[in-house]
């Protein structure tokens, strides 16, 4: 079935630590995108990407990094530079001006 | 400042009540999309509205788009536990084909039996 995967669904990192999200689609969408969401925030917009190789930041890209080397995959680095990293992290994809389809999230707690 | 202000930010409905949620933007709407998510769980799309005046209903939930108020209402019609949920309104709104999508804070429904 197509859809969109992220993984793993919890994490745990420890304070200094980088670590890396992923997020696979086979819908074969162009654009994809990076959500952090946390209690009464809404979704905040990381990073985008609407072609291979190609990414824009988003509202809150501040100590996160990505990388688009394959149309399936837009995996999402949460950097020691990143002060508050603990959230909910949602992945998304969709082909131009249609409607998004979601992942079902990835919950980073720091420890 | 939020670009997208929903309201209210939280409900809470008697079963068989019914409920409107709000969503304006502070910018031109190039297209509208509401989807309803369930506590750390994905987005499940809902509607999505494209077209000033258009209207598009599904079940027992009904959303507008009012393009001159840059304005959505989501209307939930006698409304059941299974409506309980985070509704959110999302939209491109930084220009034609652009492909941010930006969203809301949500509402978080509560449908007590």
């Known amino acids: 079935d197509g859809g969109i995967t992220q993984s793993p669904k919890y994490l745990f990192r420890k304070e200094g630590q980088n670590v890396t999200l992923s997020c696979e689609q086979n819908l074969n969408h162009d654009a994809m995108y990076w959500y952090r969401q946390d209690p009464g925030q809404g979704l905040r917009l990381i990073y985008y990407?609407?072609?291979?190789?190609?990414?824009q930041k988003g509202d809150i890209a501040e100590g996160y990094s990505v990388s688009r080397e394959k149309k399936e995959s837009f995996p999402l680095t949460v950097t020691s530079a990143q002060k508050n990293p603990t959230a909910f992290y949602l992945c998304?994809?969709?082909?131009?001006?249609?409607?998004?389809?979601f992942g079902q999230g990835t919950r980073l707690t720091v420890v | 400042s939020q670009e997208l202000e929903q309201s209210p930010q939280s409900l809470i409905v008697q079963e068989g009540k019914n409920l409107t949620i709000n969503c304006t933007s502070s910018?031109?709407?190039?297209?509208l999309y509401w989807y309803k998510q369930k506590y750390g769980e994905g987005l499940i799309f809902l509607m999505m509205?494209?077209?000033?005046?258009e209207e598009k209903s599904h079940e027992k939930i009904t959303a507008k788009l009012d393009e001159k108020k840059q304005q959505s209402s989501l209307h939930i019609t006698a409304s059941q536990p299974s409506h309980a949920g985070i509704y959110l309104c999302g939209a491109d709104i930084t220009g034609a084909g652009s492909y941010q999508l930006t969203f809301g804070k949500g509402t978080k429904l509560s449908v007590i039996p």
């Open positions: 509205l494209q077209k000033g005046g």
């Open positions: 990407s609407q072609i291979v190789n190609d990414f």
């Open positions: 998304a994809s969709r082909r131009g001006a249609t409607e998004a389809f």
């Open positions: 910018k031109t709407l190039y297209g």
